[in-house]
């Protein structure tokens, strides 16, 4: 995924829109007259003038977050395309990011659109500045950056600690970012955006004081209650101060006419039977106004003499009833090897590169450039910015979901297998790493004989979210891939247990306990099966740890105890340690410290062994006993002959202090016991 217009690290004044030839395309015509240009953009004055507003304000400290809702077509990309041209005027940087429907389980993909093509750009040593060192991070959300550094990544820990420190960071990057130059961001069709964007969205709008920043999203309201995540995003983020909501509405029969006339040069009395007619039938939307328009000219029902169009005899027109209608005609009279690049556009479902179609159709390259230059210049694709390929887009998503829908399922699965095979191929040897796209084709395929590629490459991708902290795109590429595998009935247990595995940690993260437990429970019986102590034990102690977050405090202290007789088994002491870290915590929180104690209260080493653990640094006091930093933490002897502990000891009774207690304690004696240590003696 590459994002699309930006101007980064130098921006420069925008370029007319043009042709391969290099003229405006605004000034070419069809034979018949057909104009072909973005029509102007009418009845917005006061929504333009806030926003303009709120780029001021970011140019004095003052950040903001506007959703820019409306229905489909009624112009919040038009909008969003002259607030972004105005900031580039004003020297500010611009990142442009759209969400597509086939990367609605893709984590980060709407910043991803958006950031990657500045990112790309910047040199590692000024990456290395502006994050701080954090560039592990930064790669961690952008995997397709490809970041080379000696950075160290993220340490292991709890899962949402360090999410929360990969959102603190990017969204401090961020404002490093913009305190060199502005930075407006613009993010569409949040509807389709996956839950890792909206989540980094709400982060970061709510980190954004005194940066000079403005994010500007849009979304179609018929839509936004499809994507749950989004509607809980802007109602907290508005109810938190941080965003404010801008609706835009129809435009009235005065605009609609007010565009009529600027676009045909015509005097309203010649046309008004006309516009009324157009406006009943368009509601004011712009989008299905220009559809119909240019249906209308193509179809010749709308002709230009002279340099005077005529045809505005409404007894001889015939309007197209529905915004489809009007898409359907116009695709009608495409070349068929134009109709061909369309068809498979819709179906990749996103942006587009140049190499990725050539791949795709059968088309020579004569051909294929032939086709897309008729797609261009009739407005159904456009150029995409993109600094390191020759990328399109479809000029509105209204075109791409209209030319899908029409090819039918059987014909649309079909295409799916045949882009999914090319795709693969395509990439080679790093096809894993497009996991995420290659996944969206081949499940889409639904043929039996590309079942276990599309289970690999959903097992990829979740994989690659759960890396990411993105646990909701990962239970549900995951989930998917089980799903196949159990379907097709072929795969054996040691390919089904890691992903039954990785599908409970990801519904364990999401707080899904009795989902994550269940699943677990299943890749217990695989482990016993092969009768593998070591994952017994580990097994029984994820078990033990989602019980207890479950409230089965019983079932918790039952699995942590199978655990650790399996860990013994296998003579796996790191292991046991984990669990008896596991089974104190749990302890602990019940505020039973005396039994949290018990777990460690025995086999603790000497003190010899204590100092030999900790590489002969230490000296050999009896206070490095396990039993006695125990006891010196609870603030009471340790039992079983542990160390006595002074009384001055006492005021460290504290729950926190005593879990530190069991964390050294535990990992002293899994050094203890290493091959490491006992060959050094």
């Not at 925008?14 to 104009?35: C, I, M, Y």
């Not at 980190?207 to 109602?235: F, K, M, W």
């Not at 505005?312 to 005609?329: H, Q, S, Y």
Request: with cysteine; hydrophobic share 40%; proline share 5%.
């Amino acid at each position: 995924m590459s994002g699309r217009r930006f101007q980064g690290v130098t921006p420069t004044r925008p370029a007319p829109q043009t042709d391969r030839d290099g003229s405006p395309v605004t000034s070419q015509l069809k034979p018949n007259g057909t104009p072909l240009g973005v029509l102007p953009l009418v009845g917005r004055a006061a929504e333009l003038q806030t926003l303009l507003r709120a780029l001021d304000g970011a140019e004095r400290g003052s950040s903001s977050t506007i959703f820019l809702a409306g229905d489909g077509g009624i112009g919040k990309t038009r909008l969003a395309e002259t607030v972004v041209a105005d900031a580039a005027r004003r020297g500010w940087s611009t990142a442009v990011g759209r969400a597509y429907p086939v990367e609605s389980g893709v984590p980060y993909a709407l910043f991803s659109d958006a950031l990657l093509p500045t990112l790309r750009t910047v040199d590692s040593a000024t990456l290395a500045v502006v994050t701080r060192g954090g560039e592990a991070e930064l790669a961690r959300l952008f995997p397709a950056l490809e970041i080379r550094t000696s950075a160290p990544s993220l340490a292991r820990g709890d899962a949402s600690d360090i999410k929360a420190r990969l959102l603190w960071n990017f969204s401090q990057f961020l404002g490093r970012f913009s305190s060199k130059r502005p930075l407006l961001i613009v993010l569409e069709n949040l509807q389709w955006a996956d839950a890792s964007s909206l989540e980094l969205l709400h982060f970061t709008s709510r980190q954004l004081t005194g940066q000079h920043i403005v994010i500007l999203c849009s979304y179609n309201e018929a839509q936004r209650d499809s994507n749950p995540t989004l509607g809980s995003t802007e109602r907290s983020l508005v109810g938190l101060g941080v965003a404010s909501i801008m609706r835009l509405e129809p435009l009235t029969r005065a605009e609609s006419d007010e565009l009529l006339a600027s676009v045909f040069d015509v005097e309203p009395s010649t046309m008004r039977g006309f516009a009324s007619l157009l406006y009943q039938r368009t509601r004011g939307n712009p989008f299905f106004t220009e559809a119909m328009l240019k249906s209308l000219v193509d179809s010749g029902k709308l002709r230009r003499h002279d340099d005077r169009w005529s045809g505005w005899d409404v007894a001889d027109l015939d309007l197209p009833n529905t915004v489809r209608d009007a898409i359907i005609a116009r695709l009608e009279r495409l070349s068929p090897a134009a109709r061909t690049v369309a068809d498979l556009a819709a179906v990749l479902g996103s942006r587009v590169s140049y190499a990725v179609l050539d791949a795709v159709t059968e088309l020579g390259a004569e051909s294929l450039v032939a086709a897309i230059d008729e797609l261009r210049r009739e407005r159904i694709l456009v150029d995409a910015d993109s600094p390191d390929s020759v990328d399109y887009d479809f000029s509105h998503p209204t075109l791409q979901a209209t030319l899908y829908g029409e090819l039918g399922k059987a014909r649309a699965r079909l295409l799916h297998g045949r882009i999914a095979m090319a795709l693969e191929q395509l990439h080679g040897p790093a096809a894993d790493a497009h996991a995420d796209e290659l996944a969206v084709h081949f499940s889409r395929a639904g043929a039996p004989e590309l079942a276990s590629k599309a289970a690999r490459y959903l097992a990829g991708a979740g994989r690659s979210a759960l890396d990411r902290y993105a646990t909701r795109e990962a239970a549900s590429y995951l989930a998917a891939a089980l799903e196949l595998l159990d379907r097709n009935g072929a795969a054996s247990h040691d390919d089904i247990a890691p992903l039954v595995e990785d599908l409970a940690r990801a519904r364990q993260r999401n707080g899904e306990y009795d989902a994550a437990r269940a699943l677990l429970q299943r890749a217990l019986q695989y482990a016993e099966a092969r009768d593998d102590g070591a994952r017994i034990s580990s097994i029984q102690r994820r078990l033990g740890l989602t019980s207890f977050w479950a409230g089965r405090h019983d079932d918790a202290f039952a699995h942590y105890a199978a655990g650790l007789e399996a860990a013994a088994r296998v003579g796996d002491d790191r292991l046991a340690a984990r669990i008896r870290i596991a089974q104190a915590g749990a302890y602990q929180e019940l505020g039973r410290a005396t039994d949290a104690w018990h777990g460690f209260a025995h086999e603790r080493p000497s003190d010899d062994e204590a100092v030999s653990a900790a590489g002969g640094t230490c000296a050999p006091e009896p206070a490095l006993s396990m039993g006695w930093v125990a006891g010196a933490c609870w603030g009471r002897p340790p039992e079983n002959g542990g160390g006595g502990v002074p009384s001055s000891w006492a005021p460290f009774e504290h729950p926190k202090i005593a879990m530190v207690a069991v964390l050294v304690i535990s990992l002293l004696r899994a050094i203890v016991h290493s091959p490491s240590v006992k060959e050094r003696g």
